[in-house]
C-alpha cells in the first residue's frame, strides 16, 4: 500500500511539472530562454563553471529550467549543430523507447527474451535462457558473464551463464545493446525507424543509432531530459502514457544495485554499484546533487542530470572529464560542487539573509533544537533535508515539534529550509551531536 501511495504522489508531481512547462517547437532552432539573473543565481559562480567545464574538455553544455533555457555553451569549434555521442546515456533512451513499444502492444517486458530473438540467442541451457527476460536486459540482472574479452559481443558464444536472471547485477553492454534487436523484432524493421516515426516526430528528439549508440546534436538531448522530466509529456501530448513505467524507470528496480532503476541511475539512495565491478558501496552516488536526480550517464562524462524538484534539466557532452568508467566518474561530483555555486538560491549549502531571519538554537544540539522567526511566518512551509538532499520531514513549524521529528535523527548534518512569504528560503545548517 505504502508504495501505491508513493507513486500516486510522484505520479501527481510529474504531472502537476508537466502543467507549467515551457516546450520548443518540434523543429527549427526557436528555444525561449531565461536569466540567471532572474532565477536569482550567482552570477559569479557562472564563470567559475565554465573555467571548469573548459578544463575538462568540455564541448556543449545547457541547463534548462522549467524548460527555458538558462545556460547554454559551447567550447572550441564545436557548436549547437554539431554532433557528438551520447556513450551509455543512450541507454535511458533506449528505455523510454522499450516503455513506448510495449504501450503500443508491441511487446511485454515480462516476456522471456527468446520470444523476440528466438532460442539459442545465448550460449545457455534452454531452461537458463527462458528465465531471462527483458526486464532483466533493462535492469542489468541477466546474469550472464560480463567479465568477457568484448562487453560488447552480442555472439551467443559470448553470452555464457554466471547467475540465475534476476540474482545478480552487472553492468553489461551486450544484453542492453540487444534490446535494440528486441524492438526491431517486435517493430518489424528497426530501432531506428520506431523511433524517428513515434518519437522525433513528436518532440523533435533526433539523432543515429549507430552500433548500438546514440549521435546527435545537444539540443536533442536536452529536449529528452525535458520529455523525462515531465513525466512522457510534450507538450499536452503524451508519449508514454504509461505512468507506472515512467515510474519503474526513476525507482529502484531490483536490491542488488538501489541506485539502478531501468537504465536509468538514481541519485539518493543508500547505497551503489559501479561497472565493472560487484562491491556495493555505501552512500549516495552523487553526494553534491540533489538527492532526487535521476541521471542518464555515459563514458567519457556524456550526461543527462534531471532534477524534478528544482525543474531543472542539465545536460554535457565532451571528452572524459574524470576517470574513465562505463558511466559514472568523478567528474559528477565535481561538476555538482560547481553547479552548487551558480545555483546558490536553491543549494543545501546556502544560506539567504532576509529582513526576517531564522534562527535556531542550540545548534549544535543534542536532543531537539528551536526554531525561532516572526510569528507572520508561524504557518510557513518548513523543509528537513540529510545530507544527502533526502527530504525527511515537510510541513509547518507546529507540525514540526508535534512529530519531535529531532529525537529520531542521527547525529550528522542536516539542512532546515524555511520558506518566507511564499517565495524566498532561508537555509540553515543544522548539526546533531
Known amino acids: 500500500m505504502r508504495l501505491i501511495i508513493m507513486i500516486f504522489f510522484l505520479i501527481s508531481n510529474l504531472t502537476l511539472l508537466a502543467q507549467d512547462s515551457y516546450f520548443p517547437p518540434i523543429s527549427g532552432d526557436q528555444w525561449a530562454t531565461i536569466d540567471p539573473k532572474d532565477l536569482d543565481w550567482c552570477e559569479e559562480g557562472v564563470a567559475g563553471l565554465y573555467s571548469f567545464l573548459e578544463e575538462k574538455e568540455t564541448k556543449a553544455f545547457i541547463v534548462l529550467k522549467n524548460g527555458k533555457i538558462a545556460v547554454e555553451k559551447y567550447f572550441g569549434t564545436f557548436t549547437k549543430d554539431s554532433i557528438w555521442y ?8 533506449a528505455g523510454f523507447l522499450t516503455g513506448m513499444a510495449q504501450e503500443k502492444g508491441l511487446l511485454d517486458i515480462q516476456d522471456k527474451t527468446s520470444k523476440y530473438l528466438g532460442q539459442g540467442w545465448t550460449n545457455l541451457t534452454p531452461e537458463q535462457e527462458n528465465k531471462i527476460t527483458v526486464w532483466h536486459q533493462l535492469s542489468m540482472t541477466t546474469g550472464l558473464d560480463d567479465n568477457v574479452p568484448d562487453d560488447n559481443c552480442m555472439l551467443a558464444s559470448c553470452l555464457n551463464y554466471k547467475a540465475a536472471a534476476g540474482t545478480r547485477w552487472a553492468y ?73 513505467f515512467i515510474q519503474s524507470m526513476i525507482i529502484p528496480s531490483q536490491e ?45 562524462d556524456q550526461k543527462i542530470y534531471i532534477v524534478p524538484s528544482e525543474k531543472l534539466v542539465i545536460i554535457r557532452m565532451g571528452q572524459d572529464g574524470g ?29 539567504i539573509s532576509l529582513n526576517q531571519p531564522v534562527d535556531i538554537y542550540p545548534n ?31 510541513g509547518n513549524k507546529v507540525e514540526l515539534e508535534k512529530v519531535g521529528i529531532s529525537r529520531s535523527l ?12 511564499n517565495k524566498e528560503y532561508v537555509t540553515k545548517k543544522l548539526i546533531k551531536i
Open 364 to 394: 549544535p544540539f543534542i536532543d531537539n533544537f528551536n526554531l525561532c522567526y516572526s510569528d507572520d511566518h508561524i504557518k510557513s512551509l518548513i523543509q528537513l533535508f540529510n545530507s544527502q538532499g533526502k527530504l525527511l520531514f515537510e
Open 86 to 93: 551520447w556513450a551509455s546515456a543512450g541507454k535511458s533512451l
Open 323 to 351: 576517470q574513465v568508467t562505463g558511466a559514472l566518474s568523478s567528474f559528477d561530483n565535481f561538476l555538482w560542487e560547481k553547479l552548487n555555486d551558480v545555483f546558490c538560491t536553491s543549494s543545501m549549502n546556502t544560506e
Open 172 to 244: 553489461h553492454n551486450a544484453p542492453y545493446r540487444l534490446i535494440h534487436e528486441v524492438i526491431g523484432k517486435a517493430w518489424g524493421s528497426t530501432m531506428q525507424n520506431f523511433m524517428n516515426t513515434q518519437l522525433t516526430l513528436k518532440t523533435g528528439i533526433s539523432g543515429l543509432w549507430y552500433d548500438g549508440v546514440m549521435y546527435s546534436k545537444p539540443r536533442s538531448m536536452a529536449r529528452f531530459g525535458l520529455l523525462m522530466l515531465n513525466s512522457g509529456n510534450w507538450n499536452g501530448q503524451k508519449i508514454l502514457s504509461d505512468q507506472n
Open 256 to 300: 542488488l544495485n538501489k541506485s539502478y532503476g531501468l537504465l536509468w541511475w538514481l541519485n539518493g539512495q543508500p547505497s551503489f554499484m559501479l561497472p565493472g565491478s560487484q562491491i556495493v558501496f555505501n552512500g549516495t552516488l552523487i553526494p553534491n546533487a540533489p538527492g532526487n536526480t535521476w541521471c542518464a550517464l555515459g563514458k567519457n
Open 410 to 421: 542521527n547525529s550528522g548534518i542536516y539542512f532546515l529550509r524555511v520558506k518566507v512569504d
